[in-house]
């Protein structure tokens, strides 16, 4: 059987790429006020070529910009939202691996007016990566699904005045993940990842217990969270393909939840609205299927997971060979 037309493909990744040296340099330097910003966004465009030429080069059908102009996957894009903010709170995350546990202190954001969207979050970044990608290959953008903004603080940290009822702003987030779908469409975008760590995170009892403690129902989180992306995808562009991705946390190396899809399967793979999941299937911690290693980002804060650039590439190389192998061109 031959490879599908378009995405999602055969063989493709998740997204998230390790950051080169000069990449986590100039970010460095950025941060201590050595460089400016439009330097260090050159450094950026740079890597990010040299990147897609890669994926490119191993044979993948899908490019992506590694995700190098962000720190995180996902919180780089939601403070981009209007009315979320940041605070001087800080999460206290622990993840764990085969060696024991590992600290994540992020800052902790809220919710403190009406959701908007000022403007295509990644829109510049998104044209930049088109740009460079080459014939034969179709650009994905990576960005966080609705349900990272809810998941992490709950109904405690979305300001009562701005929703005393919690039926708004779902609307609203829905409304403004459709709004910057449209203007991801219009940039030329066509294939489009929403990363989900909730829908996996919810198989593990103690991240449901988790939820309810925040002010939620574990037991039916994943079934609100499958409606608000639902939602979010009504009236999707024609021509455009929207996948989900979903892990159970993935920080150097190490994660937050364990567990099969037994508990939200049925609803998951029944009623989500994408076009295709990338899960995870290759661990302990998610099951089976080892020979198709990469099973998250590589790379899903700037810090990176614990492998080098050439074991990355090794373990993309495999993946559009084990593709050909099975499926063939």
């Given amino acids: 059987m031959s490879n599908p037309p378009g995405p999602p493909f055969r063989a493709d990744h998740v997204g998230s790429l390790l950051r080169p040296e000069p990449l986590l340099a100039a970010r460095a330097e950025h941060e201590k006020g050595w460089i400016t910003a439009e330097t260090l966004r050159g450094c950026e465009d ?26 995180s996957w996902h919180m780089d894009f939601l403070y981009q939202i209007g009315g979320v903010a940041k605070t001087e709170r800080v999460l206290h995350i622990e993840f764990k691996n085969e060696a024991g546990t590992l600290e994540f202190s992020p800052a902790a954001h809220r919710v403190a007016g009406r959701l908007t969207l000022n403007k295509t979050i990644f829109g510049e970044d998104f044209a930049y990566l088109k740009s460079v990608a080459p014939a034969g ?25 701005a929703y005393p009822e919690m039926d708004a702003f779902w609307h609203d987030l829905a ?59 009504a009236g999707k562009p024609a021509g455009m393909t ?5 892990c159970r946390g993935n920080f150097r190396s190490s994660w937050m939840a364990e567990g099969g899809y037994d508990h939200v399967a049925e609803a998951l793979f029944g009623e989500l609205a994408v076009d295709g999941f990338f899960l995870e299937y290759d661990d302990a911690r998610s099951g089976g299927f080892a020979p198709l290693s990469p099973q998250c980002g590589f ?5 990176g997971n614990a492998l080098t650039i050439e074991e990355e590439k090794a373990k993309l190389r495999l993946v559009v060979e084990t593709a050909r192998e099975v499926w063939g061109e």
């Fill in 46 to 71: 740079d890597c990010i070529k040299k990147a897609v030429a890669m994926q490119a080069e191993l044979g993948l059908k899908g490019v992506t910009d590694g995700e190098f102009r962000r720190g």
């Fill in 175 to 233: 409304e403004v993940y459709r709004q910057e779908i449209a203007g991801l469409a219009g940039l030329g975008c066509t294939y489009l990842q929403l990363d989900d760590t909730s829908l996996a995170y919810l198989n593990d009892p103690a991240q449901r217990a988790y939820v309810t403690s925040i002010g939620g129902d574990g037991s039916t989180q994943h079934l609100t969270n499958i409606r608000l992306i639902n939602q979010a995808l």
């Fill in 137 to 161: 290959t179709v650009p994905k953008l990576t960005i966080p699904s609705p349900s990272m903004l809810h998941y992490r603080g709950g109904r405690a940290a979305i300001d009562q005045t």
């Fill in 242 to 246: 929207i996948c989900t991705h979903m």
């Fill in 299 to 303: 790379s899903s804060t700037v810090e």
